[in-house]
């Protein structure tokens, strides 16, 4: 059986319990290169297998699942942060229903939610975002139609943007293009969340690129913009002693009839 696995952003102690139970147990891993941590890889028994995808295509790393599968051994698949963004594992787990080879899927901590514990940031403030945005710059590989940057720009909510640390100035130019965000939006750019050697670089949108290249961060970063950062929101409905819920009555209950 094969299992994919989330790694978590980062630090070791951040995979699920299942996840870790996983790799303890697994006769091989296939790990997603530089991405994951490789302190994970001390969960390995000692006779696992363990091999690098960054230096295998989607056909070999197939090969290595289906060897495993032959030899009865269970396969961890293991990808950073969680897997069902950016990671590439629909194409195969659409090839192992082909090929009638059994697997699950455990997720893991996005690095999205990593950057924002990093910040101490909330992405929907009450008053500010209720939506956040997660997406890409096109580059190497393009994004759909409708869905270039500065169109989703356009909304102002809170964003989180991925693979794009090496692009900065084109991410800015385009997070102005958008119209809703002005120079002075709170921005940030978080390398490496939840690693040791985490970096954290608070800007705005109209000195994201300086700051990036001032910091020498153009690769595994996200880039985080918004009101979101900043220092005004609304406080919280649910917790507001006015506010009637399901489980206590507040002062704005409508009075009983006598």
């Not at 590439?88 to 899927?105: H, S, Y």
């Not at 985490?198 to 020498?216: F, N, P, S, W, Y």
Request: with cysteine.
């Amino acid at each position: 059986m094969v299992h994919f696995v989330g790694a978590g952003p980062g630090a070791q102690d951040l995979i699920t319990l299942r996840g870790a139970e996983l790799l303890k147990g697994a006769g091989v891993i296939i790990y997603a290169g530089s991405l994951v941590n490789p302190a994970l890889l001390g969960l390995a028994r000692e006779d696992c297998r363990i091999y690098n995808s960054a230096e295998l295509t989607l056909e070999q790393v197939l090969d290595v699942m289906k060897a495993a599968q032959g030899e009865g051994l269970d396969t961890v698949r293991l990808h950073t942060g969680d897997p069902c963004l950016y990671g590439a594992i629909r194409e195969q787990m659409d090839e192992l229903d082909r090929l009638g080879i059994p697997w699950d899927d455990t997720p893991g901590v996005s690095s999205f939610c990593g950057a924002a514990a990093a910040l101490g940031a909330e992405y929907t403030l009450p008053g500010v975002s209720q939506t956040v945005i997660i997406t890409r710059m096109a580059g190497r590989t393009p994004v759909p139609g409708g869905e270039e940057l500065e169109k989703l720009a356009s909304h102002g909510a809170s964003m989180a943007i991925f693979l794009s640390a090496g692009m900065q100035e084109r991410v800015q130019a385009a997070l102005l293009r958008g119209g809703a965000y002005t120079s002075r939006t709170p921005a940030a750019i978080v390398y490496k969340a939840t690693w040791p050697e985490e970096k954290i670089v608070r800007c705005t949108v109209g000195t994201l690129a300086a700051a990036g290249d001032r910091a020498g961060i153009w690769k595994t970063a996200l880039i985080l913009v918004g009101g979101f950062l900043g220092q005004t929101y609304e406080r919280s409905k649910l917790y507001d002693p006015a506010f009637t819920t399901e489980f206590r009555q507040g002062t704005d209950a409508p009075a009983q009839g006598g």
